[in-house]
Structures are given as C-alpha cells and as structure tokens.
C-alpha cells in the first residue's frame, strides 16, 4: 500500500462525506417503496439487502452435523445482521427456532455516533451449545459505514502488526486524548485490556467480549462463532486479534470458528503470521469464501510489500457454477497478467451468463432460488461492473447452500492437519 494509495482514499473519504446526505435519502426513498406500506422497525419492514434477496428461512435439505451447515448459517446470519431488531428477533425465534440473546448498535469514538451493528444468538445441540455473533456488513447508502471502508490508513499495534484502520475505529479502538503521553493527532488510538464503559456509548469489542463471557460461564460446554460479510467479516476476524492481543485464552479455546463472506484485507504479513499461530494455538478453523471477481476481497489494493495488506492462509472460492475449490493463498505475481484478463474480458461475459442463470435458476434448484426483479436489474448492470455485483449477498448464500458437503470437510481437515503438523512439530 504506497502514500498515494492512502491519499486517494482520504479524497474519496471527503467525497463520501459531501453526498451523505443525498445518499441517505436515496435509500431511504428506495427502501419504502420497496417495503410497500409497512412500518419502520416493524417485523415487516426490510433493508436494500434483504429486499435484494429475501430468504429467510434456513435451507431444510442441509442438517446440523453437515459439512454446509454452519457455513450455510452463517452467511443468512450474516445477511439478517442488515436488519432491524424486530426482524432480526421475529426470524431466529420463530423461523429458526433458536434463542435470541441480543441486538447492539456499537458506538465509534472517533467519528463520535454510532456505526457498528451486531446480533447474538444461541443454537441448543446435544454436544453443547453454539453462540453465533454475527456482524453487519457496508449498507450502500450509508457513508459513516462507506468512509469506514475507505479508511485504509494502517495502524500499527505492537506484537500484532500493521491493521485497517477504519475497520479497528468501528470495532472499539479507544481514543487518545490530548493530555496522554502517546497522543499523536486525533486518528490515533490503543486497545487497553480494561475499560469503564459509557452505558450510552458501548463500543463493540469489550461489549461482546463481556457477553460471551457471561453466556460460556453458565454452559461449560458452550462454543461460539463469529460471522461477518464484507465489512462486517473484517470485524470478525478482528475480534479475535484483539482477544489474543489481550491475552484472553479461556475465550479464545472457546471459539469454533470464524466464517467471512466477501471479507476485504484486515491487515500486513505480520498481522497474518500473527494471526495464523493464535489460530492453530487455539484450534479456531477460518473460512474466508469468495464468489467469483467479487472486488471486495482485494480491497486494499496491494502496494509496497512492507506496507501491503494481504490474506493469510487458505480460502474457498466459489465460480458462477457455485463450484468451490481451495485457493492457498493470494495470487502470486507470474498470475497478475492472466488475472487482469479475466478482469476486464472474461469477467463480463460471465456476467452474461449470471444474468441469464438468474431466470432460470428458479427452475432448475428449486422456487427459492428464484431471483426477484431487484436482483435480476442488477445483473444487468453488472454485465458493466461485473466485479461490484459478484460482491451481492445472494451469490455467497447460494455458494454455501449448493456446495458439496466434502468441500467444506475436506476445508476442515486440512486446517486440522495444519494444527495438528505444527503441534507436533513443536514438542
């Protein structure tokens, strides 16, 4: 990531931060022509994603102890995060026959209002428990959350590495105040390890951790997940770096796994060589999905290697078949020239055939899979910007639920003889 790349975003930050207004009332506009005559906050009143893509109901065909079933959902968590507390509420109890635990909106110091969403929720197994913590992802109409995106300026914290700065400020970083010896402007901060909270202020980090600490001591058996799409991912990878930043071991052996959707880059090589050891330590299995050219994934761009976010470790990448395969890691350089190719070629004639897929996948998999008139005009668009609209939601659900069960088994056992080589390595 070089200096220009950084300045770009502080220009696109200010651009931004000029149209939020009309923004927000685009989509305010377009949100109550689409949810007809009902009531904001109402059960029956859904955001531009979830009109996007209305399904609700989990996909019965998928099973609790099927290699799809926590990635399948997962990602409808992951969407459902977009919504109201009513809807969000109405859907795990009634629909999913789960406990709901909370609905929190998280406050961010430095843009001083709130801009972060999150919800909890309980599944009740026989082998124990699972918490999922499910973040939300960018609304498009939005720009506190647009500038949270764009707010590529890394922050260094030390033992953990070069991270997104924007994406630490949404999930609780703490503010510096002038009389503080390290103070060095006013988009500097610090995670200490204890703090004494405004009740109207929550920041998302320590409010979560607490909860999870008062849910997993009353059920010894009890694991949690966290999920994320697109922004919301990023903070779900972020969550448990700051809890092994803190030493927070108890809650770290606790942690299933972590699934992201269109998650972008968090952080530099440091920050993944440090991820990495925490999660095999912990046995915590990382699945970071992909559909297609989505762009949101190499976001921020790759720059000057010392100062470059990248992803580390594996990852499963879905095409417009909803075939998946494991990727090891980003994309060497000798691929740069292909790649870029299918960018700007092949890229848009497979959004042709997406568009094309979209009337008829509701014939071929079943009446769920019927794309509505929303969905569909998009396509058409995307045929123009094809690596914006690989990013939809739709796209990652319909991955999970058609995926073959070994993919995400095999997924599984490979990071599992991960762990397994590097603790035995170790003694």
């Known amino acids: 990531m070089s200096w220009m790349m950084i300045f770009q975003s502080i ?12 923004l927000k009332i685009i989509g305010s506009i377009l ?3 689409l949810n007809s005559n009902a009531q904001k906050d109402s059960k029956n009143y859904y955001s531009v994603v979830g009109l996007l893509d209305p399904r609700l109901n989990l996909d019965k065909k998928i099973k609790h102890g099927d290699g799809r079933y926590y990635p399948a959902l997962s990602v409808m968590a992951s969407k459902l995060a977009y919504e109201n507390k009513a809807v969000i509420q109405t859907t795990i109890c ?7 635990v909370g609905y929190y909106i998280f406050y961010n110091e430095f843009q001083h209002k709130p801009t972060t969403q999150a919800f909890i929720f309980r599944e009740e197994n026989v082998d124990g428990d699972v918490i999922v913590v499910a973040f939300k992802g960018t609304s498009p109409f939005l720009a506190d959350e647009l500038s949270t995106d764009f707010n590529i300026s890394p922050i260094e914290i030390e033992g953990l590495g070069k991270t997104h700065l924007g994406y630490m400020l949404a ?3 703490n503010k510096y105040t002038r009389q503080d010896d390290n103070y060095l402007g006013e988009f500097c901060g610090y995670w200490p390890k204890q703090i004494e909270q405004d009740p109207k202020h929550p920041l998302a980090y320590y409010t979560i951790r607490e909860k999870l600490k008062e849910i997993l001591a009353t059920n010894q058996n009890a694991k ?14 972020l969550f448990p770096a700051v809890l092994s930043l803190h030493g927070e071991v108890e809650l770290l052996d606790k942690m299933e796994g972590i699934y992201t959707y269109g998650q972008p880059r968090v952080g530099n090589g440091t920050f993944g060589q440090f991820m990495k050891k925490k999660l095999r330590e912990h046995g915590i299995k990382y699945y970071r999905i992909v559909y ?11 720059g000057h290697a010392t100062m470059s976010f990248k992803h580390f470790g594996p990852s499963i990448h879905f095409n417009s078949l909803y075939q998946g395969k494991i990727v090891e890691d980003e994309i060497s350089k000798g691929e740069k020239i292909m790649k870029l190719f299918y960018y700007v070629i092949l890229a848009r004639l497979n959004a042709v055939w997406e568009l094309i897929r979209g009337f008829i996948i509701g014939y071929i998999k079943g009446p769920e899979y019927k794309e509505n008139w929303f969905l569909l005009t998009l396509r058409f668009i995307g045929i123009l910007f094809p690596c914006l609209v690989d990013h939809l939601i739709p796209n990652y659900i319909n991955s999970t639920r058609l995926a073959s069960d070994d993919l995400f088994e095999y997924y599984s056992a490979k990071l599992a003889s991960k762990e397994t080589t590097v603790t035995t390595s170790s003694k």
């Open 292 to 302: 297609g050219c989505d762009v949101v994934p190499k976001f921020p761009p790759r």
């Open 171 to 173: 999930l609780g970083l």
């Open 11 to 22: 220009l696109i930050e200010m651009t931004i931060k000029l149209i939020a207004k009309p």
């Open 94 to 100: 009634q629909r999913w026959k789960m406990e709901f």
């Open 31 to 33: 949100e109550y022509l």
């Open 224 to 237: 949690f997940i966290m999920t994320g799409y697109s922004y919301g991912g990023a903070l779900a990878i």
